[in-house]
């Protein structure tokens, strides 16, 4: 049974940090490039950072280069995104997802992990 399950979001202040953590199960970890998106209320999901499958390569979108860092540990089946310079518009549900390198059609998502960025 895949499982994705998120952690560490919350509500923080602009200007201030959150990791997130990615917990996988039931797939082959290092047979997939893992990545965090994230849709704020009315937007749609877009995806934050990417990292392949041996954390050689990355990823980020425009909006958070310089300031979120994903990594990965694949002895641990751990995906993380360092998030440093929060701002009020970085508000969103977090979702972590994982996309197979050979399969295309294999691609799982978590459950979510809201953060708040609020003063």
């Known amino acids: 049974q895949v499982q994705l399950v998120e952690s560490g979001g919350g509500l923080v202040q602009p200007g201030g940090s959150l990791k997130l953590s990615c917990g996988a199960s039931?797939?082959?970890?290092?047979?997939?490039?893992m990545s965090w998106y994230r849709q704020a209320p009315g937007k749609e999901r877009e995806m934050v950072a990417a990292?392949?499958?041996?954390?050689?390569?990355?990823n980020y979108a425009d909006s958070v280069k310089g300031r979120f860092t994903i990594s990965r540990d694949n002895t641990k089946n751990t995906v993380y995104l360092q998030m440093n310079s929060l701002q009020p518009e970085d508000t969103a549900i977090y979702y972590c997802?994982?996309?197979?390198?050979?399969?295309?059609?294999?691609?799982?998502w978590g459950q979510g992990t809201q953060v708040t960025v609020s003063s």
């Open positions: 997802n994982a996309q197979s390198v050979v399969t295309t059609s294999h691609t799982y």
């Open positions: 990292v392949a499958r041996f954390g050689l390569s990355t």
């Open positions: 039931g797939f082959t970890f290092s047979m997939y490039t």
